[in-house]
């Protein structure tokens, strides 16, 4: 019953900006955290940035300064705006439900089908 639909994505010319949208079903914000990931074909998936139900952040270190997240939960719609891109960002990017262990947050087996980005030089 957990839908999830990533969009925004699309062809930036490096130094560009672009803002990523997650849509969910229902009011997943108000009760889990929520990650924005990378992944390439092969690749281990890598964090972005994560904002829990309470509103707190967490960005990847190489990320913060670069990279916003946020939610309008009225809209039940993630955010991720992107900016000062290189063509090493060029992936799928994604926006899972996120749930915390023992020993940190992890993702859970609620993503969407992902919205790619590509950055040329």
């Known amino acids: 019953q957990v839908q999830l639909v990533e969009s925004g994505g699309g062809l930036v010319q490096a130094g560009g900006s672009l803002r990523l949208s997650c849509a969910a079903s229902g009011s997943i914000f108000s009760q889990n955290a929520m990650g924005w990931y990378r992944q390439a074909p092969g690749k281990q998936r890598g964090l972005v940035a994560l904002i829990t139900s309470g509103g707190t952040k967490t960005y990847a270190p190489s990320e913060k300064g670069r990279v916003t997240i946020s939610t309008d939960n009225t809209k039940n719609t993630l955010y991720l705006q992107m900016n000062t891109l290189k063509p090493e960002h060029t992936t799928l990017y994604y926006c899972?439900?996120?749930?915390?262990?023992?020993?940190?947050?992890?993702?859970?087996?609620?993503w969407g089908q992902g919205t790619q980005v590509t950055v040329s030089s």
């Open positions: 899972p439900v996120l749930a915390h262990g023992t020993t940190g947050w992890d993702t859970t087996d609620y």
